[in-house]
């Protein structure tokens, strides 16, 4: 279970992520042909709603007990459940069928226990489904450029309560998701120019 109950979940207010995160999720969707997906990490549910009304078959899942409330008053047609990646997923499976895909959008940097993200996820998929997932980028040129510009406390800031606290690069994603069932099978860096990308989103296939 997270430490913090809330993270701050007050109206149905896109997420500044959602302007250069959720087109490319449904792009990617949408090539690898998935009708059926779970957001683990839903938020207020701006992100199912928009694959919503792209055309899949969507529900929600989210801990922060606020921003399902949020969600269900403003997407009333979208199941959304509250949801703990380190609890038992049967208690999804109990209502909902396995999915061709989890998508999970600005999420595995605030988990204390990254693991049980696709842990979890491996568990409500399909066999052979996708894991798309999105955090912030974290490179050598980017890295460098914040400690030039002396941004590290800004970019690290331990003020944030419910923040980040797990900082990826495209190769520890890498190797997270391989070592707990998935195979990763594409890349993309998203907001910014390459290399100094806002956030990265990976693209991986369940083994078995």
Known sequence: MPSVETYGWASSEEPRSC???????????????????????????????????????????????????IAKESYGGIPFYRLDVDEDADLLLSHEKPFNAVVSTEVI??????????????????????????????????????????????HHTPLWCGGHIKFWSRATLTKLLEQNGFT??????????????????LVARKLG
């Open 19 to 69: 302007g250069y995160i959720s087109d490319e999720i449904i792009v990617i969707l949408k090539k690898l042909g998935i009708r059926r997906v779970l957001d683990v990490g839903a938020g207020n549910g701006t992100l199912c709603h928009e694959m919503s009304r792209a055309g899949f078959e969507v529900v929600g899942g989210e801990y922060d007990e606020q921003g399902v409330k």
């Open 109 to 154: 940097e605030h988990l204390y226990s990254p693991h049980s993200l696709p842990i979890y996820a491996g568990k409500v998929l399909h066999s052979g489904g996708y894991l798309v997932i999105s955090t912030p980028y974290h490179g050598y040129l980017k890295n460098l450029l914040l400690s030039i510009f002396n941004k590290w406390d800004f």
């Open 184 to 201: 990763v099978t594409g890349f993309s860096g998203v907001g910014r120019l390459p290399y100094v990308w806002k956030s990265m989103i």
